[in-house]
């Protein structure tokens, strides 16, 4: 089994956070990204900097994760 690293955990708190700003978007038309950090745009896009990361760090773990399985099959 694979252990998640401090970094892999704050990925998936982020990337909860995305899906659920776009859940907002999409039933309700409320960015809840724009509404915290509205009057300040680089903290907005600092935000979705950090959640496309998150994610592309998600990725990368299930590969990891993969391969690390792969080895203990053999």
């Keep these: ?3 998640l ?5 704050i990925s998936f708190i982020l990337v909860l ?3 659920i700003n776009w859940g907002l978007i ?3 038309n409320l960015d809840l990204v ?3 950090f509205g009057s ?4 907005q896009r ?3 900097i950090l959640i496309g990361a998150a994610a592309i760090n998600l ?3 299930l590969f990891r994760s993969k391969s690390i399985n792969m080895k203990f099959k053999k």
């Excluded at 300040?40 to 903290?43: A, E, F, G, V």
């Design 40 to 43: 300040l745009p680089i903290l």
């Design 17 to 19: 956070i995305g899906a």
């Design 1 to 3: 089994m694979y252990k």
């Design 34 to 36: 724009e509404l915290i």
């Design 59 to 61: 990725i990368l773990l």
């Design 5 to 9: 690293s401090l970094l892999d955990k």
């Design 46 to 48: 600092i935000v979705y």
């Design 26 to 28: 999409g039933i309700a």
